[in-house]
């Protein structure tokens, strides 16, 4: 498990110091690594929270030292260049995760059973993969949209959300649906009076239909909870301390 999980951070630390071209890649990587060691031992922390520490501090500071190159750079690139959002394809043990961005407003599925080639199932549907294999995680190359993102195993599911949204540098956009993925509509209230509990239609005037399932959704305290979860997970609040 330890040992897994070191070769997908591994692979994830090269796909992040890429990006600022260093001189010495490999050498960059061990010294992270070895730094996380070092932390699980003088903290006495688990090595695969000492690894998470290490990687978040990492990207915030790969982050920073990117937005300071590009604020240098003088290019006739137009700003904000309409690009189509990501879709996730998750292993069969990442159908949780799969709900999470549907929530962050993400088209997302998962694979109901194993797959011999998990990365060719993912580009048949024009989507990323999101993995725990650590075998997979060194499929990711130096693509800023990498095909396959390796996802630790070892977080929860809405830190996985989170580290996913801040690997792609990704906002929440308005939820989909949580059980089909398709998309929500607002639906005037009086079109599903007879399907709102009369409790919540003595409160609540906002309705929303999936319209893939027809579910009917409404902004309650559960919806409410999922959302202030998912702004703590938004890249712009990335702050990482140093491990
Ligand atoms: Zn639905």
């Known amino acids: 498990m330890a040992d897994r999980l070191e070769t997908g951070y591994r692979a994830k630390l090269r796909w992040l110091l890429a990006k600022v071209r260093p001189r010495r890649l490999d050498f960059g990587v061990d010294l992270l690594v070895r730094r996380a ?10 090595l695969p929270e000492a690894l998470a520490r290490v990687y978040e501090f990492t990207r915030w500071r790969v982050k920073k ?16 260049a309409p690009v189509r959002p990501p879709r996730f394809l998750c292993d069969p ?5 799969a709900r999470w961005l549907r929530a962050a407003g993400y088209e997302a599925d998962w694979m109901r059973s194993g ?8 580009r048949r549907r024009g989507a990323v993969l999101l993995t725990t294999d650590s075998r997979q995680a060194v499929r990711m190359g130096s693509e800023a949209m990498p095909e396959v993102l ?43 009076a007879a399907r709102i509990p009369p409790r919540t239609a003595r409160w609540k005037d906002e309705y929303f239909l999936c319209a893939g ?15 202030a979860r998912l702004q703590g997970e938004r890249p712009s609040v990335s702050a990482a301390a140093r491990p």
């Open 150 to 192: 390796w996802v630790p195993s070892s977080l929860r599911r809405v830190h996985q959300l989170g580290v996913v949204l801040r690997d792609l540098d990704l906002e929440p956009r308005e939820p989909r649906c949580m059980a089909c993925g398709a998309e929500l509509r607002a639906v005037p209230k009086q079109e599903v």
């Open 93 to 97: 043990s990442l159908g949780g995760l």
């Open 37 to 46: 060691r070092a932390l699980s031992e003088r903290e006495g922390v688990p």
């Open 213 to 227: 399932c027809g579910r009917l959704y409404w902004q309650g305290t559960h919806w409410q909870r999922i959302a």
């Open 65 to 80: 030292r990117l937005e300071r190159t590009a604020a240098c750079r003088l290019t006739g690139q137009p700003l904000d």
């Open 115 to 122: 797959s011999a080639d998990p990365l060719a199932d993912a």
